[in-house]
């Protein structure tokens, strides 16, 4: 296996060991299944590394972003996936930065230890796809209760969390109005049957997603994260956060692929030599290395901004942008490496290899990270 960075040494070991008792057969079974990896989660939330993100006084073991992007690069060079319990590291952000203190110290504490789960983040609507300021579920406010109608898509483990942050629109007017927009932490626990209803999506890779409807929820006032109509700005504060973790993720599939494609590359003999020794195969895997060391250097500056607090937008989208280009090359690479046997479930390149597709897509489509280079700092009209 091929070292490339070395920081945070322990974390990646500690992470590495855990991995190993979750080899790549349990990802296998489980996405023939469809099944959530609910043992793998447990363990990671017990040994304290899905709450690395939260403050020590809150029971989290406040480490910071780069820690979390090696924690989620080693599970996916492990073979492994970290969509099942990557949205807590995150969405805890908006709940720690904008929150209240009530909410505060009534949920972080038990996120931390593992007793309350928050892992479904509800901004995505059928007809509002990447536009999302065009969202209709409504919130309306009577008294001190807010009553929810509307219905998510895409809302990935909600039936394997307890806590939602959801997005709703509670400006009276149906327009595309960020100031229109509020975001809700609510436990949906015993509304679940009742006033929530959760429909699984099943997808071409195994990731819990569902289609929510909520039905005249009825919420207290208290559930509001930090001032009514700017939600919307919070969850673009959040973003960079996202992008980062994610990008974290495709550099680990990049290397779990580059792995792969060396290991084959050199032990299978045809024409009495490896294939290995054949440019055609080395190249491709050569320039996808070369694209993932590139896509790293940026993530590693892009989560020391973010560490030191500062202006990180530039380098969390570029680093996910390159990064899921990365191990997409990366992937292509390794299905060409092992040829027919790519296509055989028991050597988990398929497996992988439409996992890592879906970083083109979400979270943020690789368009919609060029339209905010193009935007923001190319200085380009806005195309949309
Ligand atoms: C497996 C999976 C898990 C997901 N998990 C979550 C989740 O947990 N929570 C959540 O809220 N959402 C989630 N999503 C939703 C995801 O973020 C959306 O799929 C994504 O935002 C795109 O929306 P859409 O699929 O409706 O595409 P559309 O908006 O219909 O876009 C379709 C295509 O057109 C392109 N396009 C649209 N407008 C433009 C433009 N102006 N310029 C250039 N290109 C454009 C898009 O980039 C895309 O390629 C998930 C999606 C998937 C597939």
Same mark, same amino acid.
């Given at each position: 296996m091929i070292e490339t960075n070395t920081d945070w040494q322990e974390l990646r070991i500690g992470i590495k060991g855990i991995c190993k008792y979750y080899p790549e057969s349990y990802w296998q079974e489980l996405d023939r299944e469809r099944k959530y990896p609910t043992d793998f989660v447990k363990k990671l939330t017990k040994e304290g590394y899905l709450s690395c993100l939260i403050p020590e006084k809150y029971g989290g073991s406040g480490l910071n972003m780069r820690a979390a992007s090696v924690i989620l690069e080693e599970i996916h060079r492990s073979g492994g996936n970290g969509a099942a319990c990557h949205a807590q590291m995150y969405i805890m952000g908006s709940l720690l930065k904008h929150g209240s203190d009530e909410l505060k110290d009534k949920y972080l504490h038990k996120i931390a230890n593992g007793t309350i789960r928050l892992q479904a983040f509800g901004v995505t609507e059928p007809s509002s796809g990447t536009d999302t300021l065009s969202i209709k579920t409504k919130a309306v406010k009577n008294g001190k209760k807010y009553k929810i109608n509307g219905q998510k898509v895409w809302t990935s483990r909600a039936e394997h969390s307890d806590l939602i942050l959801l997005l709703a629109r509670t400006g009276k007017d149906n327009h595309k109005k960020r100031e229109s927009l509020s975001l809700f932490l609510i436990d949906m626990r015993k509304h679940i049957g009742k006033q929530i209803f959760i429909k699984p999506i099943r997808t071409m890779i195994n990731h819990s997603t569902t289609e929510i409807f909520f039905d005249n929820l009825e919420i207290d006032e208290d559930c509001l994260i930090g001032e009514e109509g700017k939600g919307f700005d919070y969850i673009l504060d959040g973003l960079n956060a996202e992008r980062l973790l994610i990008a974290s993720e495709? *550099?680990?599939d990049a290397k779990y692929f580059v792995d792969k494609s060396i290991e084959y590359g050199n032990q299978r003999e045809v024409f009495n030599r490896p294939i290995g020794k054949n440019q055609a195969i080395q190249f491709p895997i050569a320039k996808a290395y070369s694209r993932t060391l590139a896509a790293e250097l940026v993530l590693i500056k892009g989560c020391e901004l973010f560490d030191k607090k500062k202006q990180c937008g530039q380098e969390a989208n570029i680093s996910k942008l390159l990064a899921a280009e990365a @191990?997409?090359?990366a992937a292509e690479a390794t299905m060409q490496t092992f040829g027919g046997f790519a296509f055989s479930e028991e050597y988990n390149i398929e497996r992988k290899y439409r996992e890592t597709r879906l970083y083109q897509i979400a979270p943020v489509s690789?368009?919609?990270? $060029?339209?905010? *280079? @193009?935007?923001? *700092? $190319?200085?380009?009209?806005? @195309?949309y």
């Open positions: 495709c *550099i680990g @191990s997409w090359e690789t368009n919609m990270i $060029l339209a905010y *280079i @193009s935007h923001k *700092i $190319l200085g380009f009209a806005r @195309s």
